[in-house]
Every structure is written in structure tokens, then in C-alpha cells.
């Protein structure tokens, strides 16, 4: 998988990022194209302005992974909406790739990330503990052995997270809007130029930072209005 540096260090997306024009090495985007749900004539309607999509993959050797995340002020919340076996599975074939299977299925996004285990897990310990709620009690296979996570609301960490990921379900999808709000609150903290500087490299994306720029204010907001 190639490697964008600068942009690697963040996740935080918004995973999602996930997430500065050289510091990404990805060309500008143009001015958003984002979409709302589709009615039934097929035709998408504009989000407002303030609102950001990303594709954000997570790819491993046994597959992948992935998530639409929607950073809506607007409407006060975060949506993570998982992405089918297929269109999950061409983030393998490099961004561009994944980045137009997500759009066939879901409508335009801003941008577009990709990573490895390695790389979500560093970003994951910097956008802190994930809150899940669980039905059940449910035992995950994680690298150090298997743990039993009892049912009940509780905060996991990044090891816990990504194997709530590969469990896949509703679990995975609060775990995508966890570490969507995670990302909220760093940009509430810092500039923009400074948002990822804290993360570990390893992603690949086409998101810049002037796209962020634009955005930061509104992701601040809602990770005010949603408890951050």
C-alpha cells in the first residue's frame, strides 16, 4: 500500500478519519460534492456546507473493512454506514479504486482513507477509548488471547476496538462513530495544521487540509453539542 506520510499521523476519520496540502501529498479536492440520502427518483440533494463525508477502509490480510462517515452539524450527529464485502475489498486495489466503489454505492464523499491494523490501532490510542453500548456479552480474539467483554455500556481500547471491527455488526458501526467523535474533539483542541501531528503514519488518503480547514469549525461544534 503506498504510504502518505504526513497525513498517516492522524483518525482521525474524520477514520475515519480519518484525515495538509503537502503534509498529505494528495492533490486539492474540489469544492465538496456531498450528497444527502437518495430519493426515489435517483437524484441526490446537497448536505449543507458544513457537512463532510469520507470513505475510510480499514485492510488487512484477510480483507477489508469499511465505513461511509458523515459529519453532519447541521443535524447534530455522526452516521457510520458499513460498506458491502465488495466495494470493501477494492481498497486493496489502491485508493482511487476504493474511493469510486464507495461512491457507486453511497453517492460523492469529500475524501477518501486507507490503512492497516498497525496504523488504525496507533490512531485509535490517540483519539482515546471508544463507548460501546453491548446486548451481550461477547468474547473478541485479539492478539494477546481471548477476551470476554460483558454486556452493558463500557469504554474500550484500541485493541478492543479493532476487534470489535473485525466482528463486524452494530458494534463495529458505534466503534466507527466512536472514533468519528474522537477525531471531533482533537479538532476542537487544535488547528488544523496541527490535528494529526500526534499520529502515527501509515494511511493512504486524498483528503487535504484545506478541505479540513473548511470543516473544522463545524466538527468542533458537534463534538460540543454531542458531549465532547
Not at 477514520?15 to 496540502?21: F, H, R, V
Not at 494511511?203 to 487535504?208: E, N, R
Amino acid at each position: 500500500m503506498r504510504k502518505h506520510g504526513p497525513f498517516g499521523k492522524m483518525l482521525g476519520l474524520y477514520l475515519l478519519a480519518g484525515a495538509a496540502a503537502a503534509a498529505l501529498a494528495a492533490r486539492p479536492l474540489p469544492e465538496p460534492q456531498n450528497t444527502a440520502e437518495a430519493p426515489a427518483d435517483g437524484i441526490y440533494l446537497p448536505l449543507p456546507a458544513d457537512t463532510l463525508t469520507l470513505a475510510a477502509a480499514l485492510t488487512g490480510e484477510d480483507g477489508a473493512l469499511a465505513f461511509v462517515i458523515r459529519f453532519a452539524p447541521a443535524e447534530e450527529r455522526i452516521t457510520a454506514v458499513p460498506l458491502p464485502e465488495d466495494c470493501a475489498a477494492a481498497a486493496a486495489e489502491g485508493l482511487s479504486a476504493f474511493r469510486a466503489a464507495a461512491e457507486q454505492e453511497a453517492g460523492p464523499v469529500d475524501g477518501a482513507l486507507s490503512g492497516d491494523a498497525d496504523a488504525w490501532r496507533q490512531a485509535a490510542g490517540v483519539l482515546g477509548p471508544v463507548t460501546v453500548e453491548l446486548p451481550a456479552s461477547l468474547t473478541l480474539s485479539t492478539p494477546g488471547g481471548a477476551v470476554t467483554l460483558s454486556a452493558g455500556r463500557q469504554a474500550v481500547d484500541a485493541t478492543l476496538a479493532l476487534a470489535l471491527l473485525d466482528k463486524g455488526g452494530d458494534p463495529a458501526r458505534q466503534v466507527a462513530e466512536g472514533w468519528a467523535l474522537g477525531f471531533c474533539r482533537l479538532a476542537e483542541r487544535r488547528s488544523t495544521a496541527a490535528l494529526f501531528s500526534g499520529l502515527e503514519e501509515g494511511f493512504a488518503a486524498d483528503v487535504s487540509y484545506d478541505l479540513l480547514e473548511q470543516k473544522r469549525r463545524g466538527l468542533a461544534w458537534l463534538a460540543g453539542q454531542l458531549g465532547g
